[in-house]
């Protein structure tokens, strides 16, 4: 269960299949109706024990399917009562073993570094693709974002040493907050398809790698021209009357400006 970026994390009083055990003191009786990962007694255990992964399937492994191992490593008791609140966490009905819907997950968020990737030889045309008709650049999320991850982050891989294949490579406990697709540029006739290898273009002409984790590990430029700072990169960097269209010649406003609606 390795990257599950923007569906993996899920809220404090969730309950169902991913919604943990968690063992709270409530009016002085322990609470087995509730899983939490930042349990004490779950946070301290290994991913892997949990959530073992066997192939290199997108979708993540989930506890109990065996005997309901391994919670019954901890919660025998528990388990062999089927009528033990603990049975609630996963089935609408313990009796006939019918089970409640996976429910989204929000109490997981993800660290990543460009950096460290680039510099293990990882381009940003691994990662992100042209969507919207090349307006902008895809972010991996959701089980799309496992699919992409695990072909790196294989079931079994490995990097100086270290185990990288485990949840606890990519995630942190604490509230998940998803990287925007929505960037003012694009609302500016913007598209990276026509800033792409075919001006002679890089991603790093943009776009620079600071170091650090997500999600502001990587800059991008100002989405002005006109009235761009000159100390920071923007459109105006090149679109400057000398490296793309100048002087003043208004037939070209339109390369940027599009819409009905858009005027002098």
Do not use: Y
């Not at 919207?132 to 695990?150: D, E, K, Q, W, Y």
């Not at 079994?156 to 949840?167: L, V, Y």
């Not at 540029?185 to 026509?194: E, L, N, P, Q, V």
Request: hydrophobic share 30%; proline share 6%.
């Amino acid at each position: 269960m390795l990257l599950a970026l923007s569906w993996f994390g899920h809220t404090a009083s969730a309950s169902g299949p991913n919604a943990e055990p968690f063992v709270r003191e409530q009016e002085g009786a322990k609470d087995f109706s509730q899983f939490h990962h930042d349990n004490p007694n779950h946070s301290r255990l290994p991913c892997l024990l949990c959530h073992r992964r066997e192939d290199n399937s997108a979708k993540p492994t989930l506890p109990g399917k065996g005997g309901h191992t391994p919670c019954t490593g901890c919660h025998q008791q528990q388990f062999n009562n089927s009528a033990s609140p603990i049975c609630l966490i996963c089935h609408t009905d313990p009796q006939s073993g019918a089970m409640k819907p996976f429910p989204p997950l929000r109490s997981f968020n993800v660290k990543f570094a460009h950096a460290q990737h680039t510099a293990l030889g990882a381009s940003c045309s691994t990662c992100h693709q042209a969507n919207r008709n090349g307006v902008a650049l895809s972010i991996p999320s959701r089980l799309n974002a496992h699919t992409v991850c695990f072909s790196c982050h294989t079931e079994k891989a490995e990097s100086n040493g270290r185990n990288i294949a485990s949840c606890a490579t990519c995630h942190v406990p604490g509230s998940f907050k998803r990287s925007s697709q929505g960037s003012v540029a694009f609302r500016m006739g913007f598209s990276h398809r026509k800033h792409d290898s075919s001006e002679n273009l890089r991603c790093t002409e943009c776009h620079k790698v600071r170091g650090g984790t997500s999600p502001n590990d990587v800059s991008s430029p100002v989405a002005l021209n006109h009235h761009a700072s000159w100390r920071v990169t923007s459109c105006k960097s090149c679109h400057n009357g000398k490296k793309a269209f100048g002087g003043d010649d208004f037939s070209v406003c339109t390369r940027c400006h599009t819409g009905a609606r858009w005027r002098f």
